[in-house]
């Protein structure tokens, strides 16, 4: 039943960026709904779920874009990986660490979708283009990332305590 319901939140997540989060845009860059919660995933269940969770939404990401099926997967298991790799290190969980991985998920996000579009014959932007957005998009992920991350505890404790109830 919870994997249902992470199901669900993913494509709501995902229907949510591709429809409403362009309209928030700051700097150029817009709301990555799919990547905070996929590092928030990854620090909250560990590296296996968020894994996970950033190839399914990745995969619901492709199916929305014009392009081939992939690049999002693709680029979405990178900052889940790294995620993963920062948060085995460490015993407590801070904000720094999180906007951190953001930042750091959110610059390898980028990366790969320019190097798969690159690779696939696609427009890629300029070279600066793409600093001043990736740059603008690191901000913004990083600003956002303990928030979300927050959200995904609260409502982790609240389905754990259902469970219980039962």
């Keep these: 039943m919870r994997r249902i319901a992470g199901l669900g939140s993913m494509l709501a997540l995902v229907l949510a960026q591709v429809t409403w989060a362009p309209h928030l845009e700051v700097g150029g860059a817009f709301l990555n709904l799919v990547l905070l919660a996929t590092i928030a995933v990854t620090w909250t269940l560990g590296l296996r779920s968020g894994l996970a969770w950033a190839c399914i939404g990745g995969v619901l990401l492709d199916l929305t874009a014009s392009g081939p099926l992939g690049p999002h997967a693709l680029a979405l298991l990178t900052g889940a990986y790294a995620t993963g790799l920062w948060t085995r290190y460490l015993e407590r969980t801070t904000a720094v660490h999180l906007a951190l991985t953001a930042g ?36 913004y992920n990083a600003l956002l990332m303990p928030f979300a991350h927050e959200v995904l505890r609260r409502v982790q404790g609240l389905t754990r305590a259902k469970v219980e109830a039962v």
């Design 104 to 139: 750091v998920s959110t610059i390898l996000y980028s990366l790969v979708l320019m190097l798969t579009a690159g690779f696939l014959g696609m427009p890629v932007p300029a070279a600066a283009t793409a600093a001043r957005l990736t740059f603008a998009a690191v901000a």
